[in-house]
T-cell receptor, first 112, second 115 residues
């Protein structure tokens, strides 16, 4: 049973436009959520996170939105740049358990 | 500051062989973990440790063994390799306790092929 789902395996966006990556989860105990970016042949790198006490967190061009009632989070990238082309993973955790459940990833391609 | 270092980067094994994937970090992180990445499956937690002498199982622990004798090192052992263990393996570490931020720091990965 996939507790964290990224239903879009891939997404293409024009440079300068908004990229929206989505993630759904089933376990209502999750209270901390993260987004990671991964380039080929590299390890994932942390992008942004959000605690369940918030519904939005911003860091520069990246904003994560959390809708707890829908068990849904999304990552917005504005404006999108060609260097943003990568695979994006969302992850969920129960704070203090040190167990992170990852989604299957969405491959973002930003077209110049 | 090297971060999280994994060796080897590539390895080919025959079924039944054993090997150890090495992971070391120089950030004084208490928490360390191993993930495997398979196509269509995302990253799945194999084992993790919250400090020297303490280890616990993740989602997919079968066929793997770990130990944590020092803060810096967290080796992953495959006792009898099987083709189903063909994967890319990532080691990750983070702060824990009051310093926990949730952010995991990953190594560059080790690609393992079992024939």
């Amino acid at each position: 049973d996939q507790q964290v789902k990224q239903n879009s395996p891939s997404l293409s966006v024009q440079e300068g436009r908004i990229s929206i990556l989505n993630c759904d989860y089933t376990n209502s105990m999750f209270d901390y959520f993260l987004w990671y970016k991964k380039y080929p042949a590299e390890g994932p790198t942390f992008l942004i996170s959000i605690s369940s006490i918030k519904d939005k967190n911003e860091d520069g061009r990246f904003t994560v939105f959390l809708n707890k009632s829908a068990k849904h989070l999304s990552l917005h990238i504005v404006p999108s740049q060609p260097g943003d082309s990568a695979v994006y993973f969302c992850a969920a955790s129960v704070a203090g358990t040190y167990k992170y459940i990852f989604g299957t990833g969405t491959r973002l391609k930003v077209l110049a | 500051n090297a971060g999280v270092t994994q060796t080897p980067k590539f390895q080919v094994l025959k079924t039944g062989q054993s090997m150890t994937l090495q992971c070391a970090q120089d950030m004084n992180h208490e928490y360390m973990s191993w993930y495997r990445q398979d196509p269509g499956m995302g990253l799945r937690l194999i084992h993790y440790s919250v400090g020297a002498g303490i280890t616990d199982q993740g989602e997919v622990p079968n066929g793997y063994n770990v130990s944590r004798s020092t803060t810096e090192d967290f080796p992953l052992r495959l006792l009898s390799a099987a083709p189903s263990q063909t994967s890319v393996y990532f080691c990750a570490s983070s702060y824990s306790g009051t310093l926990w931020t949730g952010e995991l720091f990953f190594g560059e990965g080790s690609r393992l092929t079992v024939l």
